[in-house]
């Protein structure tokens, strides 16, 4: 296959240490953390890749999480699929944003930004 003979082989226990210390920046999108992070534990735990242990994923990617609104929020789901969880996370991401821009909820912004909508990051670091 291409791809292998582009990609350098890496051991899976790199990959693990990545995946275990791989956290969300903090104008990184949720979606694009949950992404990373998924992808990382694919490659770190190629076995499991087609009978994903979902629940030690999902609590993972919890634990990186930075903003403590979307990580309490994240936390209350008990959805059973990487793919509805990130819609979910990603979903709430953009709900506590507008909580904050409309003053309802206090906090930080810090890892809710969204891909959707640049506009509104734009718009908001210029009124710091």
């Known amino acids: 296959e291409l791809r292998l003979l ?10 693990q240490q990545a995946f275990q210390c791989r956290n969300q920046g903090r104008e990184e999108p949720p979606r ?4 990373a992070k998924y992808r990382l534990y694919i490659k770190a735990y190629p076995r499991y890749s087609e009978d994903m242990d979902f629940p030690a994923l999902r609590d993972r990617i919890i634990d990186g999480l930075l903003n403590p609104n979307l990580k309490r929020r994240a936390a209350e789901i008990s959805i059973h ?3 509805a969880f990130n819609g979910m996370v990603s979903e709430f991401a953009a709900q506590e944003m507008y909580k904050l821009r409309q003053g309802i ?12 909508d640049p506009a509104l990051k734009f718009h908001t670091n210029n009124r710091r």
Do not use: N, R, V
């Open 6 to 15: 582009l990609e350098p082989a890496i051991p899976s226990d790199k990959y």
């Open 105 to 116: 909820s206090t906090g930080t912004m810090d890892g809710l930004w969204t891909t959707a």
């Open 32 to 35: 694009m953390y949950m992404e």
């Open 81 to 83: 699929s990487y793919q």
